[in-house]
């Protein structure tokens, strides 16, 4: 008898716990949001702003923290004025920030000017790029060689994304070296 008040209950028990599940709503969910989380389009007009559409813009005049600004202009007078008049801030180059120019040079500008400064890098080689002057051919100064740097010319582009302001002036110590060895 004891048996089968055993194998009643089990029996109970177990129809209890089967009938309360439901595959198309199971139990319970104590933080739904984290299972179900809202939508967002990309590109939505958002409550989080004050005119629903667009982030806040910065104040006028303000400038992004570790921005450095350069005075000069990417005209041909700005370059002009940079050849006559920029001189690099680094007041004494070590032998260590030749060799750091000569990393970043490698990687950013041998591509194209060569290991040496000839205009024979591999791209020149192989006629993807033409007209890659030389440093002999050019009458170049720092300030002209971080100028181009900085905004590119003709097919060169803009390093200044790619290279910090000191970077950019290790580079130029660099260029200067590799002209006066040509």
Not at 26 to 41: C, H, R, T
Not at 47 to 57: D, H, I, S, T
Not at 143 to 172: A, C, D, P
Request: proline share 6%; aromatic share 10%.
């Amino acid at each position: 008898m004891k048996t089968l008040y055993k194998f009643v209950a089990l029996a109970g028990v177990s129809a209890l716990t089967t009938s309360c599940f439901n595959k198309e709503n199971p139990n319970y969910q104590l933080f739904p949001n984290m299972y179900e989380s809202v939508a967002y389009e990309t590109y939505s007009e958002s409550k989080a702003f004050p005119n629903g559409k667009e982030g806040q813009l910065p104040a006028k005049g303000s400038i992004p923290r570790g921005f450095e600004p350069y005075e000069y202009e990417n005209t041909p007078e700005g370059l002009a004025a940079a050849k006559a008049n920029l001189n690099s801030p680094l007041t004494e180059v070590t032998p260590e920030d030749l060799e750091e120019g000569k990393k970043l040079f490698g990687i950013y500008c041998a591509i194209c000017h060569g290991d040496s400064g000839d205009g024979k890098g591999n791209l020149v080689k192989k006629e993807k790029f033409l007209g890659v002057p030389s440093y002999l051919d050019r009458e170049i100064t720092p300030g002209s060689v971080f100028h181009v740097i900085t905004y590119g010319m003709n097919s060169m582009g803009s390093h200044k994304n790619q290279l910090t302001q000191h970077e950019r002036w290790l580079v130029t110590e660099y260029v200067m070296k590799l002209k006066s060895e040509l």
